[in-house]
């Protein structure tokens, strides 16, 4: 019925960057929040950043002034743009789409940053 689609990870080098896009179905798109987050193995998931239907972002201090969340309403798309990445950045990344009493996953995209 409902599935979130993330594209854009890959490998690349520390200080490269990359872009990454979520795309979400037009019924649940416009009045939620969308966010994006990360998980190594081993380790929780936690927040990279997240952004209101109103344009409110918000970041995981890690990545506070090197990522940029952006959300384009007419293409019902979550974008991650990530510059200056660290090998710490390595993770599958996964976007969600929250409102209450519910959150929605995508399936996730590798993100690789070699030293």
């Known amino acids: 019925q409902v599935q979130l689609v993330e594209s854009g990870g890959g490998l690349v080098q520390a200080g490269g960057s990359l872009r990454l896009s979520c795309a979400a179905p037009?019924?649940?798109?416009?009045?939620?929040?969308m966010g994006w987050y990360r998980q190594a193995p081993g380790k929780q998931r936690e927040l990279v950043a997240k952004?209101?239907?109103?344009?409110?972002?918000t970041y995981a201090g890690s990545v506070k002034g090197r990522f940029t969340i952006s959300r384009d309403n007419a293409k019902n798309t979550v974008n991650l743009q990530m510059n200056s990445l660290k090998p710490e950045d390595t993770d599958v990344y996964y976007c969600?789409?929250?409102?209450?009493?519910?959150?929605?996953w995508g399936q996730g995209t590798q993100v690789t940053v070699s030293s």
């Open positions: 952004i209101t239907s109103g344009s409110s972002a």
């Open positions: 969600d789409a929250e409102k209450i009493g519910l959150t929605l």
């Open positions: 037009g019924s649940i798109f416009s009045m939620y929040t």
